[in-house]
């Protein structure tokens, strides 16, 4: 199994909403990703978790706020979010050593309104 | 500083032909580079990953090969399909990355039936 899965597969939420993107993957990998991907670009970092710890946090705004509350399952959580952060928001997952192969999710198409 | 470089853009090739895709970089102290397909606005699965020490891969159609030395890995793709259309994207994970992934702007292969 090197599934990665992502709900909602679909999000739209208004400037003042609180909303939460879920990712899960049951491979028994210890670094998770969380990334922002807009149209015609390629994915951008926003965060790393290892070993359930978060070890890179790349200059994301505060709005957004990463949780990973055990080693299968990672979140986002959102708040009061700007139309500009509407994009596909992908998770992806692997073995923790820099060798290894990166595994990603079908993503959540997020439009803020 | 590592940059990623996919030519062409874009591909527009008749069913069946054999194809190749290019991906070069500047910084050869990579640990490997995985080749990603993306089908629109969906997420990434993962096609085929190289080690730095290896010289290529294969898997049914598709064959990456990696010259580490020159910068440059291509990804062929053998009796192409109409399902084959998508966007590949090449990235590279730097020695001094800490779980970065350096990513490619992506080629957008469409097969005519």
Partial sequence: ?113 | KQEVTQIPAALSVPEGENLVLNCSFTDSAIYNLQWFRQDPGKGLTSLLLIQSSQREQTSGRLNASLDKSSGRSTLYIAASQPGDSATYLCAVRPVDSNYQLIWGAGTKLIIKP
């Fill in chain 1, 1 to 113: 199994d090197t599934e990665v899965t992502q709900t909602p597969k679909h999000l739209v939420m208004g400037m003042t909403n609180k909303k939460s993107l879920k990712c899960e993957q049951h491979m028994g990998h210890r670094a998770m990703y969380w990334y922002k991907q807009k149209a015609k670009k390629p994915p951008e970092l926003m965060f790393v978790y290892s070993y359930e710890k978060l070890s890179i946090n790349e200059s994301v705004p505060s709005r957004f706020s990463p949780e990973c509350p055990n080693s299968s399952l990672l979140n986002l959580h959102l708040h009061a979010l700007q139309p500009e952060d509407s994009a596909l928001y992908l998770c992806a997952s692997s073995r923790p050593q820099l060798i290894t192969e990166a595994f990603f999710g079908q993503g959540t198409r997020l439009t803020v309104v």
